[in-house]
């Protein structure tokens, strides 16, 4: 079993910046390819920003410029650093360990909630 605990996120104002965390712990050995997700109300979860085995990144196109993800292999930990928040950005957001056929590897954590609003 992979447990993923997502932290860091809050409320903040639109232009404001937030850094998430997800640590990895139980059986796996080391992070390496990890994403971050999101889900607002209503609407399905959307794969935000992805780091491949190989190191490449990946965003998606209202991510693109604003957002970084990394990940410190020695914590097994994902970070997503994202600034210019949008109001479009509130949603909860999840990390995990995407599939070659798109889905997760490991059951979801619990995210953490982002609120952009003024």
């Known amino acids: 079993q992979v447990q993923l605990v997502e932290s860091g996120g809050g409320l903040v104002r639109p232009g404001g910046s937030l850094r998430l965390s997800c640590a990895a712990s139980?059986?796996?050995?080391?992070?390496?390819?990890m994403a971050w997700y999101r889900q607002a109300p209503g609407q399905s979860r959307e794969l935000v920003a992805q780091i491949t085995s190989a190191g490449t990144l990946n965003y998606a196109n209202s991510a693109e410029g604003r957002f970084t993800i990394s990940i410190d292999s020695a914590k097994n930990t994902v970070y997503l650093q994202m600034t210019s928040l949008k109001p479009e950005d509130t949603a909860v957001y999840y990390c995990n360990a995407p599939r070659s056929d798109g889905s997760a590897a490991y059951s979801w954590g619990q995210g953490t909630q982002v609120t952009v609003s003024s």
């Open positions: 139980g059986r796996i050995a080391r992070v390496r390819a």
